[in-house]
């Protein structure tokens, strides 16, 4: 069973629209980190939020680490076709263990 | 500035066969992991190793094995491969604290 759960799975927008996507968790997590994965690649980090209730803006996308750090969302303001690919949260138990979601794909049509 | 390389790129395997996933990292990290990734599934944990004479299992250690060579490498084994391992395997390594995942391009292995 996944441990992290992504909402949604699929989405795909028009240009400059708005979007959020949310990484839920029964668990409890020392820090938890968002990943993007073109295909044919591995996932390459965006993001590390290590405290509960913690923001974090990286250009148009903001982050935001749940206060009882079980739970994690990604906004996305005014998505660009450069945008589109494969958005994972990772959840890390303890110091090593990291967890992956189950991923949204996102598709930003121009 | 190699990062981390996964052999091979591809395999295929008949039922029952064996076969083992080379993965090497050039970051002088400590920590290294297998993953798999199926449609929809996002990535699942097979074996991970904390440091160098340690492994432990992840989410979904059935039917594999690893070993962890010295400090560079980390190899995943399947003794007798099963259609279900068809996927997508991904090698990844970290330095310590909340570090990043650096991962390899991955092995896709298609079991018949």
């Known amino acids: 069973t996944q441990l992290l759960e992504q909402s949604p799975q699929f989405l795909s927008i028009q240009e400059g629209e708005n979007l959020t996507v949310y990484c839920n968790s029964s668990s409890v997590f020392s820090s938890l980190q968002w990943y993007r994965q073109e295909p044919g690649e591995g996932p390459v980090l965006l993001v590390t939020?290590?405290?509960?209730?913690e923001v974090k803006k990286l250009k148009r996308l903001t982050f935001q680490f749940g206060d009882a750090r079980k739970d994690s969302s990604l906004h996305i303001t005014a998505a660009q076709p450069g945008d589109t690919g494969l958005y994972l949260c990772a959840g890390v138990e303890g110091t090593y263990k990291y967890i992956f979601g189950t991923g949204t794909r996102l598709k930003v049509l121009a | 500035n190699a990062g981390v390389t996964q052999t091979p790129k591809f395999q295929v395997l008949k039922t029952g066969q064996s076969m083992t996933l080379q993965c090497a990292q050039d970051m002088n990290h400590n920590s290294m992991y297998w993953y798999r990734q199926d449609p929809g599934m996002g990535l699942r944990l097979i074996y991970y190793s904390a440091s160098e004479g340690t492994t432990d299992k992840g989410e979904v250690p059935n039917g594999y094995n690893v070993s962890r060579l010295n400090k560079r490498e980390f190899s995943l084994r399947l003794e007798s491969a099963a259609p279900s391992q068809t996927s997508v395997y991904f090698c990844?390594?970290?330095?310590?604290?909340?570090?990043?995942?650096?991962f390899g391009n991955g092995t896709r292995l298609t079991v018949t």
């Open positions: 939020v290590v405290t509960g209730g």
């Open positions: 990844a390594s970290t330095g310590q604290g909340y570090s990043p995942l650096h």
